[in-house]
């Protein structure tokens, strides 16, 4: 299938148009056109290979909407005309023991990622959905909710999951106090799914002026996490906390602020390590852990949730051709609080 993307020639190239084939369709396929599709930071460390590994040219994009045009003939979840979801997975073996615990995102053989991975059917490269369409096994593809608009629930498919998945496992529940660190795409969603799990919310942000948006967002209270008095204030009172920083940070600072046995969940992803302290575990017996997404039945479960409590992500629509510019000001901590990419731009 002829294909129109936007892609990185190299880690310091901007993304500029390209061309390339899908796979034609197979028996369990859906063919689908993209309608939006978000920007995660995760796009931009790979494109600028902030974490080593990519192969180029590079289409990101895992935060995929649009509508099954076509379908396999052993399809039998989706049909055409369907709105559809495809998030950071396009495959898995499905058949080691964290596949069959619907973990896919921890196959042992090797998750296929949406886009920089070993592509099965190509044997090159997977490519994302910064592109007018995408093939993608029916067991990979997500049903959105009717409800929804589908600009705005695009991010669900991605910074949705990835705080959806560390809240659901950690029983964030009624009465909570839980911290979001970190106000942008993941941190947005983390806020607003944090609070229909009924906790008491702290977001901790760098940038004084999503102070109003945090509170409006859903959040409780807000911290000015440079601020050490501010910080010092909620010493020893957290059951948990979500860390979605895409830069160096200190850490130790956060776990500080947990209770006894709390957890910190890191789910951002800095290029450099980060250091420890392990003083601040040592003390009150606390743990700190990290978290990938969320595998396929989480993330419909994720999908459902948020059809049912109406939560989709605040977005700034972009055309394609302005990609390089919402680059630069997610570097920038520039995001209210995701971009997503109209697809009709791409022609
Ligand atoms: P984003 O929209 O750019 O948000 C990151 C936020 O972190 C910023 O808005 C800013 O919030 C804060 N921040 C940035 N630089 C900082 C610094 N130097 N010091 C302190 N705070 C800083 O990014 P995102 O799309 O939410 O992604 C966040 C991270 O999660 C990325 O590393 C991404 O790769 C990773 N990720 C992980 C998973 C997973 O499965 N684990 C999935 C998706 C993404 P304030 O302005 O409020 O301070
Ligand atoms: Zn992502
Ligand atoms: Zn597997």
Redesign the pocket.
Known sequence: MKTTAYAAETATSPLAPFHFQRRDLGKHDVQIEILYCG????D??TVRSEWQGTTYPCVPGHEIVGRAVQVGEEVNKFKAGDTVGVG?MVDSCRSCANCQDNLE?FCENGTTFTYNSADKHTGGITYGGYSDGIVVDQAFVLKIPDNLDLAAAAPLL??G??TYSPLHHNNVSKGQKVGV????????MGVKLAKALGAHVV?????SN?VED?LRLGADEVVN?KNADEMKKHLNSFHFILD??????DINAYLVLLKRQGNLT?????PEPLSLNVGSLIFGRRSLS????GGIKETQEMLDFCGKHNITSDIELISIQQINEAYDR??K?D?K??FVIDMASLQ
């Open positions: 920007v995660c930071h995760s931009l460390h950071c995102q991605c910074a999951i990835t660190v970190g106000l942008g795409g993941l941190g947005h977001v901790f942000t760098t940038s999503k945090a996490s979605t920083v895409s830069a160096q940070h890191q789910v951002g992803v800095p990290g978290s990938l997404i997610l570097v901590s995001v609080y995701r």
